[in-house]
């Protein structure tokens, strides 16, 4: 079993920034690639980011290439989604996941925190 808390959701105005954060407890967290993802109202969950046990591979979906980075600081047990140049567009509950793979589905992730609303105002 693995236990993830999500943090660090909010109301921010377009343009502005966020830091997310997953704090994993349980299993040995090291041992996970980790995702995020998000579920906008009416919408089904998507991808957003993913990353590789130790740091070094990460993967995004299109839509945030160049405004979010996925890092991890597994001394802490925690997962980050630094979030720039937000759009109204990236409002949504915003999961973290683990997974063995590096998958975009997820279908391919096993534990998921309770996700964190993020808002992002016009």
């Known amino acids: 079993q693995v236990q993830l808390v999500e943090s660090g959701g909010g109301l921010v105005q377009a343009g502005g920034s966020l830091k997310l954060s997953c704090a994993a407890s349980?299993?040995?967290?090291?041992?996970?690639?980790m995702g995020w993802f998000r579920q906008a109202p009416g919408k089904e969950r998507e991808f957003v980011a993913v990353i590789s046990r130790g740091g070094s591979g990460t993967r995004y979906t299109d839509s945030v290439k160049g405004r979010f980075t996925i890092s991890r600081d597994n001394a802490k047990n925690t997962v980050y989604l630094q979030m720039n140049s937000l759009k109204p567009d990236d409002t949504a509950v915003y999961y973290c996941?683990?997974?063995?793979?590096?998958?975009?589905?997820?279908?391919?992730?096993?534990?998921w925190g309770q996700g964190t609303q993020v808002t992002v105002s016009s």
């Open positions: 996941a683990t997974t063995n793979g590096y998958s975009r589905s997820a279908s391919s992730y096993d534990y």
């Open positions: 349980g299993r040995t967290f090291s041992n996970y690639n």
